[in-house]
DNA sequence: CCTGTTATTTTACACGCGCAAATTTTCAAT
DNA sequence: ATTGAAAATTTGCGCGTGTAAAATAACAGG
């Protein structure tokens, strides 16, 4: 920037200022600037910018698991959001480690990030480390909560979304079991909750199914686990409502392999019903009948609550949560 | 640092040394930094570090579509590939646009990285572009390969897989079409002409059936383009080999849909195969035949390849290009 | 105990920039 | 032409670190 400001006949600073922003010069050294810039090509060192702003453009994009085709989906949403808004995302994996999110938690503070938007890894979270971070760092929790931690929380209602599928699903046929993983997050843990009292409500017993397994390779777990219950007639419903998608689409390739007809047509003997809309529930056989978490609003509310409370400098004062209600998408598999 | 230093006693670059190295310094030295790092939670901002070394730890990780679960899952294997070597990945997308992804290379540079995997997003890339970042930064290029640009390409050998497939789909039955979208990339292009060649190689006339849309939305393009073909009985063949398994997946919720019974079993009336093994072919239904692209092995062997470029400081000689011959997954679909 | 060599630490400078204060320029009004 | 306020630019300093060269400390050998 030294040389180049050299060319030009100004001081480096006047340079730095019109990167800034370049109605803050004069007219004529903007234009002398802009055409050396088209010979020259330079370009600020954004790292460099980074050291010495007060306040960066960076965004930091923590999820636990990108593989994930969910995270994968709302990270892509969120980016591109804060792409266009001028801003510079950086996405993180935790990858299912729980010392890896401390790790990039801890790196992310050296960015400077105007903000981060964090999907903890749940359960297994630090919920110390995390909050000393949330201290530091303007952040808004998505996806997965952690009381009291973070400015702002953005999820979906899973005591609205489950109990209309419980719901949905005896008004229709049998009263469904409910199919889990050990739950890995709080999510896991509100949707069995939330599937037990829906039971009891309208007068059923809670039925629950666990399958063994601990990793996030979900659709394996349930896949195996279905193929067992079913060859031995271990399930306690024909109606079977899985904790989230992916397990219901290990389930139905089971289902599928066994040879037992899913859906709720005319010979069809099992429902599989699924949470969250996962971008493949509409390209399964049968496809899946799920509650839609809407994608689109939960990045983007979360987005917008970022941008709020930037601009509010870190402080939204009262924490608030934001759930947003899930939607019964009606497929072919209950 | 300086204060961290001034605490302990010694001068701060020592304590510098100490980060880079910690046996570089006197042990006595290195107990006192030890023993003050207990108390005081020092931790030398990466960001600074990286304007200043030489040599940084920073690895950069490139794919054109990472909410593709292909993509997702070769990056997560590199970026603990990295980490366990002790570098620091840093995974960008270019979602699919071109201009980003020269963004991204052009802050990539900023970061000074040891080295970059890229995949680039292929025939829509800057050629020029790209060809002049890889001569900036030690870069492998993996997935799709742009000609004499990078110091080595990884991929996996269509004119191996494909014709085995062919080969596969015609002795067990007619002959395929070829179900593909407008080629994005050189291997779609790749793979459509082994396909013709092998075709013709057999004494068949090639048929290829192509579905419209640009974006990476794969999925739906196939399944709408499929429910039409199916319903208008447009399908040139009762055995469709799709370009990726990504359009197969969706090809095979279309033909559910449509009643249509797939597979190769008794009963069934069409036969859909894919190619690369997605992270889903096993569980859709009818669980999908495709050709596996050996993920652990692409992904191992591009970072192998980078540390052995990192090594050689950025000259690994001849480029060479290394292949990894698809495996024939026999599942239920074709 | 002295000397020469080597291991370690310190000094001085560099990286690429933002920011506040001081200075200069601009321009309208007298 | 003079004045004065506002706009633009420059000066000087700081950010948090790496690195080469110089200075010091440690150590072995006589």
Partial sequence: ???????????????????????????????????????????????????????????????????????????????LRCIAEGLRPTLFSAHGDQELEIDILNNLKLLKPAGVLLAPLGRRSERKEIARFCQDVPTILFDSNIEDIGAAFVGSDNFQSVPMMVDYLCRTGEAPCFFEMAPINPNANKRRTAYSRAMQQLGHEPMIVRADGEDWDFEKVAYDAAKKLIETDGLPSATVLCSNDRLAIGFLAAAGECGVRVGHGPGCTLRVAGHDDHPHARFTYPSLTTIAQDYESISNRSVDKLFELIEQNGDLGERTEVLFEGRLIMRSSA
């Fill in 1 to 79: 920037m030294e040389e180049f400001a050299a060319i030009i006949g100004v001081s480096r600073p006047t340079v730095s200022k019109f990167f800034q922003d370049p109605t803050s010069v004069r007219k004529s050294t903007r234009e002398k600037i802009e055409a050396a810039l088209e010979q020259y090509d330079y370009q600020p060192n954004i790292f460099a910018v980074n050291q010495n702003r007060r306040m960066t453009k960076n965004i930091g994009i923590v999820v636990p698991y990108l593989a994930d085709p969910f995270f994968a989906e709302i990270a892509r949403r969120i980016e």
